[in-house]
């Protein structure tokens, strides 16, 4: 059974930095290309980035590019999103996610699996 754990989350400043962390078991991590995701309140889930199986290419949204970094350690079972120079706008839940391939994809419903979710919370 795949199971994702994101913790790291929790409340900044505007303009400061939080890292997110994913841990996934289950099956092969290095397998498979991994993303995050958010979700603000009132709104769709939308995506932030992601990451190829082996960590070689990464995809990012426009909102974030710049900002927020993804990467992977394929011998912790981990993916992590670092994200800097928070804004506001980025309150909402991060949820982190497994594809069913090892390519990075932008749309939700090439992923297979799901964490529950981590609350990040940025004041102004």
């Known amino acids: 059974q795949v199971q994702l754990v994101e913790s790291g989350g929790g409340l900044v400043q505007a303009g400061g930095s939080l890292r997110l962390s994913c841990a996934a078991s289950?099956?092969?991590?290095?397998?498979?290309?991994m993303g995050w995701f958010r979700q603000a309140p009132g709104k769709e889930r939308e995506f932030v980035a992601a990451i190829n199986w082996s960590g070689s290419s990464t995809y990012y949204a426009d909102s974030v590019k710049g900002r927020f970094a993804i990467s992977r350690d394929n011998a912790k079972n981990t993916v992590y999103l670092q994200m800097n120079s928070l804004k506001p706008e980025d309150t909402a839940v991060y949820y982190c996610?497994?594809?069913?391939?090892?390519?990075?994809?932008?749309?939700?419903?090439?992923?297979?699996?799901w964490g529950q979710g981590t609350q990040v919370t940025v004041s102004s």
């Open positions: 996610a497994s594809s069913y391939d090892s390519m990075w994809h932008r749309r939700s419903q090439d992923y297979n699996y």
């Open positions: 289950g099956r092969t991590f290095s397998n498979y290309a």
